[in-house]
């Protein structure tokens, strides 16, 4: 039945972009939010990543700190500890009062407890296998030291400052040149470490302003991609409407010339005389009769839809048996349907409940979908119309479907979600030169929708198409409330 | 107007007057009292930890402090190690262990030294924690401390088979002068 809303074919898209501009044309409803959308993830993606460097740069400094300089510094303290348990030893020798040399030797006990101090904190922080054979080495040569250190003490003590600089010269010195180099040793592999966790970290930051970089460059691209996509899609939006609007104006305009120029010749072949006799007087006053009623529907249509448009047109619902709405339509219709040589097979359901609704939209939608059916029949002079009661799946329960069917050309699979667009026009339709304004199938899906129902269409290519209007049934109560108040005002106005 | 700056200046200057005796006293407040001994303590004779030396005979002690023995059994050098003079513990030493006085004592060295009968020459040290420190440094050293300086830092040896806590016990010096 219809192409009647396949009658216009869409303007093709211009731009030399035509895969992004279809892309855009399908997601042209979401397309500003889902690119900011996309923007937004990816930013978030590339900033967690650079979150992640960050953290882990820092962790990279703090072990850095709490291992090597920290590690560093604690090797220095134990340096200057161990100078000083040695040195205080040598102080003793420097005086013959017993109670300075026993300061000395306090002296170098204490530096000697924080010697071996560091020597465990540092064993406890270690864990490669390297380290700990170091520090172990270095536990044991101060533990020799210690003990030349306590015989050197006593030598000193006891006033044989000849035998406590042999005993140093000959085993001080030795073990301690040892602790020396352990100690040393041990510096060495925090350096070591230093420098590795320094080129980790310096690794880390370099990563990390890449990424800073990328995140950066990411977001820029996608950003402008962004704005130019959305000022692209709002300009070929414009400039689809501009057309459609251009191709209405064309379309309406030509409606109206042909019944002008009708109502025109017929004017003046009055006017010249040419007209003579009761009967051609006659033929002529109905000819401009109906072309004025053609004039006059296609106003009304372009009234009714922009009234839709502006939310001007106002409703007013009461319960209506379906008959009646149907009896509207034929008286209607029937001058066209039958001048057009159609065959009408109407079956509506007995017993069919009460709908609301607004008769005079309800009628008026059901006439396009039959006035779609004349025009896009092609060679078929077939409409069917029914009525049922039908299941809705939904808790509501049941609605009423009104169907108007032909086995007409059919619309095409690509341009069904398309059809009920206002001045859409099917390429097919416009090929075949059909007129139309392309507001038919919009309007009467406003209606359907004002009146708390639906419209459908089931459709295929040169077989025909079946469009079915579900309208809510009322309930009972609503009824009652109706029939009620009908002595009032038994009407809702929507 | 006046009176009440007076009385405020008043109040003013009590609040602080408490402020600073409260200060001035603070560090004495919390203090307790040393407990002050008031009888006669023991006097030990004090070796290092690693001296095997467990017991002295009296004897044996004299010859120790008189400087005329040398080694201990394990062939470490013995170190004497004396209180200033003046000291109680020394004034006991000399009377109960060398049996001499202050004059004969330094005589005995001096002489000793010269002619190379004393191999020893004590080593003089001015508190009771000075001795501990250093019988504690010098293994071969023998000293003296009163019974409540010791520690285990030290070791006291027995004196003719009687430790410093048992009865019996012959070396004792009198309670510390309270200063």
């Keep these: ?494 | 107007m006046p009176r009440l700056a007076g009385l405020l200046f008043i109040l003013a200057s009590a609040v602080f007057s408490m402020a600073a005796v409260s200060l001035a006293f603070a560090p004495t407040l919390g203090r307790l009292p040393e407990p002050q001994i008031t009888t006669e303590q023991n006097l030990a004779i004090v070796v290092s930890l690693s001296n095997p030396v467990e017991n002295l005979s009296m004897a044996e002690l004299r010859r120790v402090f008189l400087g005329e023995r040398s080694h201990w059994p394990n062939g470490r050098r013995i170190t004497l190690v004396m209180m200033e003079p003046g000291q109680p513990e020394r004034a006991v030493v000399l009377r109960d262990i060398c049996q001499m006085n202050e004059t004969d004592f330094n005589n005995h060295f001096l002489h000793g030294v010269f002619t190379g009968e004393v191999l020893v020459s004590p080593k003089t040290l001015a508190t009771p924690v000075g001795v501990r420190k250093f019988v504690f440094n010098v293994p071969g050293a023998i000293g003296y401390l009163r019974v409540s300086d010791l520690d285990s830092s030290v070791k006291a040896v027995r004196v003719d088979e009687r430790g410093p806590e048992d009865k019996g016990y012959k070396l004792h010096v009198p309670p510390r002068s309270s200063k």
């Design chain 1, 1 to 494: 039945m219809n192409g009647q809303n396949t009658r216009a074919r869409r303007p093709p898209l211009a731009g030399p972009a035509p895969l992004l501009d279809r892309v855009l044309a399908l997601a042209s409803p979401y397309n500003s939010s889902l690119l900011l959308l996309i923007v937004f993830l990816v930013v978030i993606v590339v900033g967690l990543f650079v979150v992640r460097d960050l953290h882990s740069t820092n962790v990279e400094a703090q072990k850095m700190y709490a291992g090597s300089v920290l590690g560093l510094h604690r090797i220095g303290e134990l340096q200057y500890q161990a100078q000083e348990t040695r040195r205080s030893t040598f102080y003793a020798l420097t005086t013959n009062d017993s109670n300075l040399q026993l300061e000395y030797a306090d002296q170098s006990r204490e530096a000697d407890r924080r010697v071996n101090e560091g020597i465990g904190e540092y064993l406890r922080q270690v864990h490669m296998p390297h380290e700990i054979e170091v520090g172990k080495r270095l536990q044991r040569d101060w533990s020799d030291y210690l003990s030349v250190r306590n015989e050197l003490l006593a030598s000193i003590l006891e006033g044989s400052t000849k035998e406590a600089v042999n005993l140093d010269l000959k085993g001080g010195v030795p073990s301690f040149e040892r602790v020396r180099q352990d100690l040393e040793e041990i510096k060495r592999l925090y350096d070591q470490q230093a420098s590795e966790q320094l080129a980790n970290v310096a690794a880390t930051s370099r990563r990390t302003i890449f990424r800073l970089i990328g995140v950066l460059g990411i977001t820029l691209t996608l950003a402008s991609t962004s704005v130019w996509a959305i000022q692209r899609s709002k300009m070929l939006g414009t400039i689809q409407l501009a057309k459609l609007q251009m191709e209405f104006v064309a379309s309406v305009s030509h409606e109206l010339r042909t019944p002008l120029t009708v109502i025109s010749s017929a004017a003046d072949n009055i006017a010249d005389g040419l007209v003579g006799g009761k009967d051609q007087v006659k033929r002529y006053g109905l000819a401009i009769r109906n072309q004025c009623r053609q004039i006059t529907e296609l106003v009304n249509q372009i009234l009714l839809f922009a009234a839709t448009k502006d939310r001007k047109n106002r409703y007013i619902l009461r319960p209506l048996q379906v008959s009646q709405i149907m009896d509207s339509v034929r008286d209607n219709t029937a001058e066209l349907v039958e001048g057009a040589g159609f065959v009408v097979e109407q079956r509506i359901e007995s017993g069919l409940p009460w709908v609301m609704g607004d008769l005079s939209a309800l009628s008026q939608c059901l006439q396009n979908l039959i006035v779609n059916a004349v025009k896009y029949s092609g060679e078929s002079r077939w409409i069917g119309i029914r009525a049922f009661l039908h299941d809705s799946g939904e808790q509501s329960g049941k609605e009423i479907s009104i169907s108007v069917e032909d086995r007409g050309m059919g619309i095409d699979r690509l341009e069904m979600p398309h059809i009920f667009e206002p001045f859409y026009r099917g390429a097919a339709v416009s090929a075949a030169q059909i007129h139309g304004t392309g507001l038919g199938l919009s309007l009467a899906k406003n209606i359907a929708e004002a009146m708390g129902g639906t419209l459908s269409v089931v459709s295929e290519l040169a077989v025909g198409s079946v469009f079915t209007l579900r309208l809510p049934m009322v309930e009972k109560q609503e009824l009652e409330m109706a029939s009620v108040n009908s002595e009032g005002d038994p009407t809702i106005r929507k």
